[in-house]
């Protein structure tokens, strides 16, 4: 085990109707917040009117600004930003999932920059030395930034997207009511589930040994999704399942699960460059990468993928040689995936080798990516072969 600091910021406000407390929370940090959200869907479900209306009666003052899309953007973020220097403006609610909540982080960063964005501290060009607090009011089990120090951003200056992590964009807190999950589409609630696996993914495949813990600590909220993610969508208004994988996605990015591990994350960039080229969901491009990902790496370190195919996917170990087992592990996990309705291969969304030199190279913007084993751009073209 590794020698590790844990610390979460986070307040967690968990369960029914806990969305009518946002105002009070925002009151805590301004009287004056910028309300951050995606295309519109909080407005078709009500659910902005009823932000907005505990912010009133908080005495807030509400500013806003939609547009937070999947990748979200660098210069919406700058647009923020200078809307909350505007008007002086103290704090940022993101009402959605990570791009939202994404966007907000990166808003807060750049409105207490005098640079020309936050991009300069992905670049290491600068660091940041304050950022406004942001608040998160969550719809969508999936990302993990409700409580994460990452805001993951996408440069509309040649479409690279990277993600950044620092201590001063953890949430100060964060609503997280199932409820507001019954109306998700099945699609992204599909796309949610693979990515709070993959999450967990990226810390459980570790050259780390003796994290017995962490391990079972991962399995358990693995196996937790892939029970109740088929029943989420099987009855959308089931609020159990849906309180299940909510409160596992906040735990797969917490960064709970990576104490005394050294996690991997290079199937992540892979999926980012995936999902910026085609507009697939980030779920999705994991669920088509991490198979391929893991059949290229396996015989690195055996042990932990066979422990990840018994203990995650019940693959009965007896009769069996080790290879045997991973392999069976890995075809169990496209297999969930796939009764997910999500897609395993590139052409599953139309793609062949058409794009692969282009997203390989980018995946190698700040050199080589991956640390369960190091991925030069020939490794990552090898992945996406893999992955047609």
């Known amino acids: 085990m590794e020698n590790f600091i844990f610390e979460n910021p986070t307040k967690i406000i968990f369960g029914r109707e806990t969305h009518k407390q946002v105002g009070k929370e925002v009151k805590k940090t ?83 920059y005098e640079g020309e964005s936050m991009w300069d501290f992905v670049t290491k060009k600068a660091k ?77 495949f570790t050259r780390v040994k003796n994290v017995d813990l962490t391990d079972r600590l991962c399995e358990a909220v693995m196996k937790t999704v892939i029970n109740n993610a088929p029943l989420a969508l099987k009855d959308p208004g089931d609020y159990d399942p849906r309180a299940e994988l909510m409160w596992a996605s906040t735990i797969a990015h917490n960064n709970l699960l990576n104490t005394g591990r050294i996690g991997d994350w290079g199937t992540h960039k892979l999926a980012h460059e995936l999902s910026t080229y085609s507009g697939v969901p980030h779920g999705a491009a994991l669920a088509i990468l991490f198979p391929a990902w893991m059949k290229y790496v396996y015989k690195e370190d055996m042990d932990i993928f066979q422990k990840f195919a018994v203990r995650v996917f019940d693959v009965y170990p007896e009769g069996k040689d080790m290879e045997s087992i991973v392999l069976e592990g890995i075809d169990k996990l496209m297999h969930f995936s796939n009764s997910l309705g999500l897609p395993t291969h590139l052409t599953d969304i139309g793609m062949g080798s058409e794009a692969i030199e282009e997203m390989a190279e980018k995946t190698q913007l700040f050199g080589t990516i991956g640390r369960f084993m190091e991925l030069d751009k020939q490794d990552v073209v090898r992945i996406f072969e893999l992955a047609i």
């Not at 919406?76 to 966007?103: F, K, M, Q």
């Not at 997207?161 to 620092?166: F, I, L, N, P, V």
Request: with cysteine; aromatic share 6%.
């Open 30 to 112: 301004s009287d004056r917040v910028l309300l951050h959200y995606g295309m519109g869907s909080i407005k078709k479900s009500g659910l902005y009117g009823q932000v907005v209306g505990s912010l009133k009666q908080a005495d807030v003052k509400v500013y806003e600004l939609g547009g937070a899309q999947t990748n979200p953007r660098l210069s919406l973020t700058i647009e923020g930003a200078r809307i909350c220097r505007e008007n002086s403006i103290g704090s940022i609610l993101a009402v959605g999932g990570g791009s939202a909540i994404d966007s907000a982080k990166a808003i807060a960063l750049n409105a207490c």
């Open 128 to 204: 940041p030395s304050g950022a406004l607090p942001v608040g998160v009011v969550l719809t969508i089990p999936a990302a993990g930034s409700e409580s994460s120090d990452v805001a993951v951003i996408t440069n509309d200056e040649g479409m690279q997207k990277w993600g950044y992590h620092h201590e001063l964009i953890y949430p100060r807190f964060a609503v997280i009511n199932p409820e507001l999950t019954f109306t998700l589409p099945a699609d992204q609630l599909a796309s949610g589930a693979a990515d709070i696996i993959a999450h967990v993914m990226e810390r459980y």
